[in-house]
């Protein structure tokens, strides 16, 4: 089979980059193994939330201390605020109702009541400008009954510390106590799947009798796994404003993005090969020709470009064994610590050697193999060498950015 571009991966990263591919006019192939990590998404995406000792509040201007081989540095600031801006653009394209997006970090409520700097949220979420600017004096904190991943007690530990007084609310309907019958079924995408009209009415109406004091709603994010429906039918009968926190993985807002992001990418006429792998391909002369996949045998799937969107140790796209950390699928060149010793610190809580390794990159992101530029072969996302995502909040703005640049140096061939 051809295509123009095949692409290895099917989270955030390859999804934007074969949505943007196939608005240009390329016939694109993605190739899955599975669900992505952005089924663990919180529903909100980081630019650059830190420098590793504190939190920034103006992401753009704090890129130009990022060492020169993380991504923001080789893609170039001159390039990095459009390109930031066409990957918000991009997100609303496809259904996902983004807000933010200026040229300062808001703060979002995590699970454990923690309030933390993003970029943009989803518009089911609270933000607000700083943890000393929270928008609500009283709040209602709703839970469903029986529900075990939400924890309120975090949520009211956290807004109290900021002078916030919560008031604990208990949600259900006669489908959700049906559904207590068996523990293992009150997990979030459950609940999400069987939101009828009838249980958004049970909830509207107890939310709309509790104390007249209560400013806003915290809900968990449970509602609207294929679209926003029930989230905004809720919205629409409740007298107060309601917010959505993001529970404990699988995340409803994760998979509600994958599904949607997906959904664009076929309609554009996007080729989505789910649950099979990429085990190999021939490299020669400097480009790669071809992948092997699991599933297609003998057929191989050529392409005039392929981006490597596969991630890093978390989705496996960056493996290790005692004696060494490898790219399992091209073995491609990597940055690490040849000493196993040198991979991590003592300190579990300091940031980690390891978190920096991943794929040897230039200054378009093309990768290499044996010390040998591939011409032909992009990476993009968490499996780029340079990009610490956790002590630098930068993994979303790092896969969104680098996948729209690739796929912008491809059309433009």
């Known amino acids: 089979m051809r295509f123009q571009s095949v692409i290895i991966g099917g989270g955030l990263s390859g999804l934007v980059a074969g949505i943007r591919l196939a608005e240009g006019g390329q016939k694109v192939a993605i190739v899955s193994s599975g669900q992505s990590t952005l089924h663990f998404f919180s529903g909100s995406l980081d630019l650059l939330g830190s420098d590793g000792r504190a939190e920034i509040l103006c992401p753009f201007d704090a890129m130009s201390s990022l060492a020169p081989a993380h991504p923001y540095s080789k893609i170039g600031m001159s390039r ?3 390109l930031a801006g066409e990957g918000l653009d991009l997100l609303n394209r ?5 807000i933010g997006g200026g040229n300062a970090n808001r703060y979002h409520l995590t699970p454990f009541g923690v309030m933390k700097p993003s970029w943009i949220a989803m518009d089911d979420c609270l933000t607000f400008d700083s943890p000393e600017n929270f928008p609500y004096k009283t709040v209602g904190i709703a839970n469903i009954c029986g529900f075990l991943d939400f924890y309120p007690q975090f949520l009211s530990l956290g807004l109290e510390k900021k002078g916030v007084t919560c008031l604990t ?4 309907s006669p489908q959700l106590q049906a559904m207590r019958k068996s523990s293992t079924e009150m997990r979030a995408p459950n609940i999400a799947r069987i939101m009828s009209a009838e249980t958004v009415d049970c909830m ?3 939310l709309n009798e509790a104390d007249s ?3 806003a709603f915290l809900l968990p994010a449970i509602f609207g796994m294929t679209d926003t429906v029930a989230l905004d039918d809720l919205r629409a009968k409740v007298r107060r404003p309601v917010f959505f926190i993001p529970t404990m993985p699988t995340s409803v807002l994760g998979v509600r993005s994958q599904i949607m992001l997906r959904s664009c990418f076929q309609r554009l006429g996007g080729t989505y090969l789910l649950g099979d792998n990429v085990t190999g391909g021939d ?6 020709r071809y992948v092997t996949t699991a599933n297609l045998g003998s057929d191989r799937l050529e392409a005039d470009n392929f981006i490597l969107a596969s991630g890093s140790f978390l989705s496996h796209g960056i493996k290790s064994v005692p004696e060494r950390i490898y790219e399992p699928v091209f073995d491609l060149d990597i940055t690490s610590e040849s000493s196993r010793s040198r991979w991590f610190g003592d300190d579990f809580y300091e940031t980690q050697p390891y978190m920096d390794f991943g794929v040897v990159s230039d200054k378009d992101f093309r990768l290499s193999h044996s010390g040998h530029t591939i011409s032909n072969l992009y990476g993009v996302g968490a499996v780029l060498e340079g990009c610490d995502a956790i002590t630098l909040g930068c993994g979303g703005g790092v896969a969104l950015l680098t996948a729209i640049h690739v796929a912008d140096t491809i059309l433009k061939q």
């Open 204 to 206: 509207a109406r107890t």
């Open 94 to 98: 496809c259904g996902l109702r983004f």
């Open 283 to 288: 490299i020669s002369d400097g480009q790669l």
């Open 80 to 82: 990095i605020r459009s």
């Open 169 to 172: 609310i208990s949600l259900t």
């Open 213 to 215: 004091e209560i400013e």
